[in-house]
């Protein structure tokens, strides 16, 4: 083997997110944030074969990678007026397909906001972040961290699963033992099948 190229973490995540979200031929594409993960979505989306990418983002050089990659429409504008813009752009068609790659608040606002209006999430799936903002009707949500996370530490995560859980949301809670941030598909860790489990509670929720 003359050569070999480790495509890991950020490269794959970006490429998860764009297949999740079904990007196709011919379809319109958002990629919220502009950082590795969500570059590495343009480049996913790309070769997926998007007819049209608008990264939303604010770093000059990030922006001009994008454009590299394939992105065919740059909103630097924040909140309100990101939507208003992407909704300029597709002329009110929307996204048929979008890519958050913040994991804060605002950017998954923007993202749910600029996806095609008849599209609704039927669940979210949280692993091992700190994001505590949420609306009165939140989608039914699977949440995951491990017991040893520094970053997005279980105390703050299971605020949020305190108050979804009080405004009416349906709420899977799982807290792994002696399993620290990132710990992926668990492979060897007492996390190991969260997936499947996600899988199940979403497909509770599809009947």
Partial sequence: M?????????????????????VRPGKIVAVVGDGA???????????????????????PGRMALARTF????????????????????????DAHSVLECVGHGEAMRTAVSIAVRAAKPS?????????????????????????????APPSIVEKRVVALRAA???????????????FGLGADTKAEGWIAEAMRFWEKHMR
């Fill in 168 to 182: 009416g949301t349906d709420v899977e809670y799982h807290k792994y033992p002696g399993v620290g941030h990132g």
């Fill in 123 to 151: 669940v979210v799936v949280m692993a091992y972040t700190g994001h505590s903002d949420f609306a009165s009707k939140e989608p039914a949500t699977f949440v995951v961290v491990g017991e040893r996370d520094g970053i």
């Fill in 37 to 59: 993960v969500g570059l590495c979505g343009v480049i996913a989306a790309r070769r997926l074969g998007a007819e049209r990418i608008t990264m939303l983002g604010r770093h």
């Fill in 2 to 22: 003359p050569s070999l190229l480790t495509l890991s973490d950020v490269m794959g995540t970006g490429h998860h997110a764009a297949r999740s979200a079904r």
């Fill in 70 to 93: 394939g992105a065919t429409d740059i909103v630097s504008e924040r909140g309100d007026a990101a939507i208003a813009r992407v909704r300029e752009l597709t002329s009110g068609l």
